[in-house]
């Protein structure tokens, strides 16, 4: 193995398309030939649409989403558990005080969204259940009020709250008209 080999670094296809798409939003072409340049098989499979196909997940598509609590989806993403939030306060947005909460003192662990070519946190269920709406006083207190049992109950009713909401209603007859 020449040294050639060995001091070329390898990174992962989610990180080259991390990189790449950074540089596009940035609009620095350099950048993205320099990436074309030093790693021409993650070009290339960047490029692949069946592969990329194969890779995507319909979960990643959460953002199009006013509250993505209303997918079907197994992932505990940040917007989906601010929506939980949202839900007990009875308003459309959580207040800001919980995101830091959220993610300064909850388990997670990071998944590639290759719609979105981020890297982003999908929060442990059971560490959420105990220290996030159990652990903190003012959540606590609001589960307790409305004899929420478990997580999945709470995501249930955050579910139909966004769904039979009458702003829900009134975008989606928009969207789909």
């Given at each position: ?33 320099e990436l074309d340049k030093r ?127 009458p702003s829900y ?9």
């Amino acid at each position: 193995m020449g040294t050639d080999e060995k001091s070329k670094q390898q990174i992962t296809l989610e990180d080259y398309l991390q990189y790449y798409h950074i540089a596009y939003k940035r609009n620095n072409i350099k950048a993205m030939l320099e990436l074309d340049k030093r790693f021409p098989e993650l070009s290339k499979l960047s490029s692949d649409k069946d592969y990329m196909a194969k890779k995507a997940n319909w979960e990643d598509e959460e953002w199009y989403y006013i509250h993505p609590i209303v997918m079907d989806s197994t992932r505990m993403s940040e917007m989906r558990v601010l929506d939980m939030v949202a839900y007990l306060y009875c308003q459309n947005e959580a207040p800001s005080q919980f995101t830091n909460i959220l993610k300064e003192k909850i388990l997670y662990r990071t998944i590639f969204n290759y719609d979105t070519d981020r890297y982003q946190r999908d929060y442990n269920r059971e560490a959420l259940w105990i220290y996030f709406f159990n652990g903190v006083p003012e959540l606590c207190q609001r589960i307790k009020q409305r004899r929420i049992k478990s997580l999945s109950e709470l995501e249930y009713r955050a579910t139909e709250y966004f769904e039979n909401g009458p702003s829900y209603r009134a975008r989606k007859k928009f969207f789909y008209l």
